[in-house]
């Protein structure tokens, strides 16, 4: 009797990716809904999520990705079927794997789809900004403040008052305040355990080793390493699901009501939305399905500066159109407020874009329905 074909769907995430901050998994949310659609629409059918260097450059990263494709082979067969779901840079991996020359050692035909989400395709100019303003150190505040309100709860008063006054003074001022990030920064280890803040730190040491992926997501360099004109074996369907969040309103502020923590967190997002929405230049237009599609979805075709606090929205788009939502950058991944399920959600970014359950279950039935599609 003739087996059925295996499938296995893997989640690859993106910049600064981790696998879990405790309760909160990146793609916690993702797994979970993917394989719950998939389901009895394929006979069988693995969702996993692989593990990677955070800001490692692509190529270290795509070898992590190729390692994980040799892995399902050996594990299903040859006959196995390979779909890739990028988030963010994880995209470009997936890209750069189906796309480059040289056939990954044959492991290219075990792939029968590429969904990317959110993806900076064209670049992001927040890595510019990053690159060019002493950005490292406040990155490495924003993440351990996603961080320390994950794993430890409400920032106290005086910590939430400290983030808005440092970047109320300015998006510029803020990267050269120095001595006010490391006090932060410092501020924040304290509050955890001393075990963990030792993992913490050998967490931050290592990405910085290795920043390599920051320089190549800059929109003047990212077309030296992801070829513009790169085109997917025939058999590899591709498509995007793309995300734009709001622009700042004083209903989002008002929403979170006298939550510090919120508060600043949504300053945050605010500063990251203004530095990626800094674009140079005019971006291309898109194309017939995409202009379809963004107007269906927004009422308009994105501007070059729409973004969803990290990613330009214009330059997310890849392939066929599969979806296109009002969502920040990480609500499209499950993270955004309220639910009550399990696994928990949890707003990192407060963007008031509006996403929720709803939205976030049409973007991933969608995303299943691309897969099925591919597998037939």
Known sequence: MTQPESHVVLLVPGFFGFSNLGPIAYFGH?????????AGRLARVEVDTIA???????????????????????AHGDGVRVHLVGHSSGGLDARLF??????????????????TVATPHRGTPLATWFREYNGQALMKLVSLLAIRVTRVGPLKVGMARQIARLLGAGYDAAAKNLDMIDQLVDELLDDFSPERR???????GEVGRDQRLLGQLAPDTIPTVVAPDGVAPPWVRVGSIVTRARRPWLGAMADLGFDATAQAMHLVFRWLQARTGAVR???????ASWTAALKAAYGEVPGPADNDGIVPTRSQLWGAPVGAVWADHLDVLGHFAGGGER???????????????????????????FVVGAAA
């Open 52 to 74: 990677t260097h955070p800001t490692g450059a692509l190529a270290t990263r795509v070898e992590r990705l190729t390692e994980r494709v040799a892995e399902a082979r050996a």
């Open 98 to 115: 189906v796309t480059e020359g040289g056939g990954r050692d044959g492991l290219v035909g075990s792939v029968r789809s590429v969904l």
């Open 198 to 204: 030792e993992a913490l730190r050998a967490f931050f």
């Open 281 to 287: 230049g005019p971006a291309p237009m898109p194309e």
């Open 343 to 369: 696994p928990p959600h949890f707003d990192w970014l407060p963007s008031g874009s509006g996403f929720g359950a709803k939205g976030f279950a049409r973007a991933w039935d969608a995303a299943a329905d």
């Open 30 to 38: 993702v797994k979970e809904a993917l394989a719950e659609r998939l």
